[in-house]
C-alpha cells in the first residue's frame, strides 16, 4: 500500500503511476455531473460504495467529502462532466478510487489551485488542495481548452472480506 501523493503538473510523456491503470473492477459507478442533484446522487453512492467495504465514519466522511469537492469543481468550471468511483483491491487492502473528468476550460495554474487560496468565480479554490490531502493517492491532469482529470485514492483499514478479493 503506497502512501505517496503524485501530482503532475505539467503533460509528460511517462507512464501513469499504477493506481491510474485500468483493471478488472468489481464494483464501479459513474454519474454524470450537470446540476447541484447530481452531486447529491455521487454522495450517495460514495456513501454505498464505503459501506461495501466496511468502510469506518471517518473514511466515509473523507472519500464523500472528496468527491463532493470534485463534483462541485466540475459543476461550477467546467459546468458538467462525470466522476467515476470503484474499488481499489491491492494486496488484500481494499480502497476507492475515484476519478473526476470534464472538457472544461482547464486549470490555468495547477500550482496556485493545489496550494489552496486560488481565488476563481469569487470562490475560494480549496477543494482541490483539500481533496489532495484527504487523498492517500493523487493525480491531475488539465490541459486548457480540454479539460481535467483528477483521481484519488483512499485506502481504508478495516479488513476485506474474502468474497470481496481480487483472484
Known sequence: MKNDRISSLSPVSLPPPAFLLPRASSLSVVIQIRETADIVHA???SRQVSAAYNASEVETTFITTIISELARNILIHAHSGEIQIED???????????TARDKGPGIADLRRALIGGYFNCDRMGLGLCGVQRMAD???????????????????LTGPLDKGSQES
Open 43 to 45: 454522495r450517495q453512492s
Open 137 to 155: 493517492e493523487f493525480h491531475i491532469e488539465s490541459n486548457i481548452g480540454k479539460g481535467t482529470a483528477v483521481t484519488a485514492r483512499k485506502w
Open 88 to 98: 481499489s483491491i491491492e494486496d488484500g487492502h481494499a480502497g476507492v478510487r475515484i
